[in-house]
């Protein structure tokens, strides 16, 4: 069975700083997408940046950017020039037939 | 113009009561998911239909009943609620099932079961 494992439950960065998000998973398949999700404290889940695996070149979404590695089975979420609206809960996800989420990173943002 | 819309936002019940979660979403789409998120902020599928038709069913107390009316509806069904099932229910869905088919979430119902 897949698993997507989040191992830091809370990070924290100064504004305008940068700072990375880990997670791993595990999977026999070879073809799957991987994603970051945000939660806000209003509870919408906001699609941030995908990563389809068969693509070797890193996902970017404006200040945020993966770090893609297939063998190691590692996929981290940078965030460059942190915001204080980037305060959130961050989610990692699988998708193989279905979508598996990590166990979620509490990131918070000093002014 | 909301997306994928679910009522009530919040619903605060006695144990053992039933209680009915609805889902709508408005983009065309096929697949529908609930998904369940508990106190630890843990999120996992329940279920997922597609074209009214149950394609994935997880390991879910069968006091919890899906019902797609039509695409566009999912609603769940909880009967005989326990304290454990207090947590947020979210909907979600994408045009198709299948490998990759972006999903989109609706805000989430939180459930509090007294």
């Known amino acids: 069975a897949q698993t997507v494992t989040q191992s830091q439950p809370e990070m924290s960065v100064q504004e305008a700083e940068t700072v990375t998000l880990s997670c791993t998973y595990d999977t026999s398949e070879s073809d799957y997408y991987l994603f970051w999700y945000k939660q806000p404290p209003s509870r919408q889940m906001i699609l941030v940046i995908r990563?389809?695996?068969?693509?070797?070149q890193n996902a970017t979404e404006n200040r945020f950017s993966v770090n893609f590695q297939k063998a190691a089975k590692s996929f981290s979420l940078k965030i460059s020039d942190s915001q204080l609206g980037d305060a959130a809960m961050y989610f990692c996800a699988y998708q193989g037939g279905k979508l598996i989420f990590g166990q979620g990173t509490e990131l918070s943002v000093k002014p | 113009d909301t997306a994928v819309s679910q009522t009530p936002k919040y619903l605060v019940t006695q144990m053992g009561n039933d209680k009915s979660i609805k889902c709508e979403q408005n983009l065309g789409h096929d697949t529908m998911y609930w998904y369940k998120q508990d106190s630890k902020k843990f999120l996992k599928i329940m279920f997922s239909y597609n074209n009214k038709e149950l394609i994935i069913n997880e390991t879910v107390p069968n006091r919890f009943s899906p019902k797609s009316p039509d695409k566009a509806h999912l609603n769940l069904h909880i009967n005989s609620l326990e304290l454990g099932d207090s947590a947020v229910y979210f909907c979600?869905?994408?045009?198709?099932?299948?490998?990759?088919?972006?999903?989109?979430f609706g805000p989430g119902t939180r459930l509090t079961v007294l």
């Open positions: 990563q389809e695996a068969y693509k070797q």
């Open positions: 979600a869905s994408s045009r198709e099932s299948g490998l990759y088919n972006e999903q989109f």
